[in-house]
């Protein structure tokens, strides 16, 4: 992981001024929050973190600039130099297609290490086999069923924490290019591409629950366990709660994100124009913006349902969550402060979290984010704060401090 974030941060630093020279990105100077009719140009930036403790987020923000200077290197620099039509776009269909699979399934197979190495255990990066990639987690032998479900789940909460810090970004900056907004998409389909193209499997079948094969079936099996219910009746036949749990979170993955009127527009950007840009549906007034998203996740206590909102008041940004968790129980509520704090360097945002769940009981998360311009448009960001014991999406489960620190280039 170290090198991961030392690689991004080196090749951040030397595209900076070819990028410069090169992009038909330009800083936009039209207020985040217009009105109206649509921006011509939107946010950007390049941010590589290093956060404590095997924190997701060293996946999630990492591998998402990742995937957006891959793209830019063809889209924005490379695809100007290729003057024949039909070789331009063979290539542009090749390079987008890998980009964004490989943007889908780096960041689930390093949440898988992050999580391992949080327990204690050892990943292992086995081979690629098209559609996926092959790998395996070894727990020490006295690793608890919590311990082997976080190892598990840390594939795809890398994914759906991307989902969510993009759809986050899509409202806080008023819209997004296409090849952020659209690689939202596919981090919000990687359950259900799991459950019906990766690892497919009959959940009707005592085998499917007896080898365990798949990341979806592995999930439900291990949440069903460390809530101390069984895989199999006294007869040996299949428990058909955990069926319906199965299926019923297979079914809840696809569904949530289709009551998001955004996910639409997440769809069309994944294959609409990468150098195009879109706004959020939202309502609003001269002074006031509301919208809404939501998101799916996966967690030691099962699946979880996040329903967010997110509000602009007088240019002033801010995101409330709900949680709804099943099979075991789990509420929580979080909200977020931007620019509380606002310097002519820059700013703090503050962000407070709680929760009650089953294994955890109540439980808190505040921590800040500072941002310091240090010479144009290149900030230091760093993050700060303390969690109790309990499940927050890709933070450690123990108590203490959590936090990160990292660099962004804003163009």
């Not at 069984?230 to 019923?248: C, T």
């Not at 996040?306 to 979080?334: C, D, E, M, R």
């Not at 769940?357 to 290149?378: E, N, P």
């Amino acid at each position: 992981m170290h090198i991961v974030v030392v690689t991004l941060l080196a090749t951040l630093l030397a595209s900076m001024d070819l990028y410069a020279q090169h992009s038909d990105i330009v800083k936009d100077t039209v207020p985040e929050h217009t009105h109206g009719k649509e921006k011509e140009f939107y946010y950007r930036d390049y941010s590589v973190v290093y956060a404590l403790y095997n924190d997701i987020l060293n996946s999630s923000v990492n591998c998402r600039t990742a995937s957006k200077m891959l793209g830019d290197a063809f889209h924005r620099l490379l695809s100007a130099h290729i003057s024949n039509d039909l070789l331009r776009g063979t290539v542009d269909f090749a390079w987008t297609f890998v980009v964004k699979w490989f943007s889908m399934l780096w960041p689930h197979e390093l949440g898988h290490m992050l999580r391992t190495q949080q327990v204690g255990g050892i990943f292992t990066l086995e081979r690629f086999v098209f559609p996926g990639i092959v790998s395996s987690l070894t727990l020490p032998q006295n690793a608890s069923t919590e311990h082997h479900t976080l190892a598990l789940i840390g594939g795809f909460e890398a994914n759906y924490l991307t989902a969510r810090d993009i759809q986050c970004d899509f409202h806080r900056r008023n819209g997004l290019y296409n090849d952020d907004i659209g690689l939202a998409f596919g981090h919000r389909i990687m359950y259900p591409l799991y459950a019906f193209v990766f690892a497919p499997q009959d959940p009707n079948s005592p085998q499917t629950w007896r080898a365990a094969g798949g990341d979806p079936i592995n999930f439900t099996k291990l949440v069903w366990e460390l809530g101390n219910r069984p895989v199999f009746n006294p007869d040996s036949s299949i428990n058909q709660d955990l069926v319906h749990f199965y299926n019923q979170t297979v079914l809840v993955s696809i569904l949530w994100n289709m009551l998001d009127g955004n996910f639409y527009k997440e769809i069309l950007a994944f294959f609409g124009n990468q150098v195009q840009g879109q706004q959020p549906i939202s309502w609003r007034t001269d002074s006031f913006q509301w919208s809404y998203g939501t998101v799916f996740n996966t967690s030691p206590l099962g699946a979880e349902l996040y329903l967010h909102n997110y509000f602009t008041v007088h240019q002033a940004f801010y995101s409330i969550y709900l949680k709804y968790g099943f099979p075991l129980k789990n509420y929580g509520i979080g909200i977020t402060a931007t620019d509380v704090l606002h310097f002519d360097r820059g700013g703090l945002d503050v962000q407070a979290d709680a929760w009650n769940q089953d294994l955890y009981g109540m439980g808190f998360c505040l921590s800040s984010f500072a941002h310091y311009t240090i010479f144009g448009t290149v900030d230091l960001h760093l993050q700060a704060g303390y969690k109790t014991q309990g499940y927050v999406l890709g933070r450690p489960i123990q108590n203490g401090l959590i936090g990160y620190v990292g660099m962004r280039y804003r163009f």
